[in-house]
């Protein structure tokens, strides 16, 4: 029997411990996509508020809805590890429990865009950071659909 392919639309994932590895083709080029994963105010809408810049080294925070029950006060610590515009965008992310890196990675497809995120390093055996890495992933499938969203605006 052949397997079974996630839906169109639906970005491909792994069931690594250690990592969210997402991928989806989008119907816009790099050029427009790169937008809605750098300029700061399309980031707040897919994302969340940040004070973002595109620059190796820049300290930024994105704020959100503290969730105390868990330990999370809502803010989330980064910095620009790497950027080659319309290519990769790579961040270091700290909740203040965990530290992780984000990647972002653009590939021309077709007219579209493949677009990788890899968000690494989260501990296999903690299940604290497991949970995590299962509410995270879903979210990070969510927010597939808003970057193509805002893309398409321009």
Do not use: Y
């Not at 930024?60 to 105390?68: D, G, K, L, N």
Request: hydrophobic share 40%; glycine share 8%; net charge negative.
């Amino acid at each position: 029997m052949p397997p079974t392919l996630p839906p169109a639309g639906t970005p491909k994932t792994d069931d690594d411990r250690r990592a969210i590895r997402l991928d989806q083709v989008l119907a816009h080029p790099p050029a427009k996509v790169w937008r809605a994963l750098t300029e700061p105010e399309l980031m707040a809408r897919w994302l969340m508020p940040n004070d973002f810049k595109p620059e190796v080294g820049h300290r930024f925070t994105f704020t959100t809805t503290p969730r105390p029950q868990v330990g999370f006060d809502g803010i989330v610590r980064c910095e620009v590890l790497a950027i080659e515009p319309e290519k990769l965008l790579r961040l270091a992310w700290s909740d203040g429990r965990a530290d992780w890196t984000v990647t972002w990675r653009l590939e021309p497809e077709g007219k579209g865009t493949r677009l990788f995120l890899d968000h690494e390093g989260f501990d296999p055996d903690d299940e604290l950071q497991q949970m995590s890495r299962r509410i995270m992933g879903g979210g990070w499938r969510g927010h597939f659909a808003a970057i193509e969203e805002i893309a398409a605006e321009f």
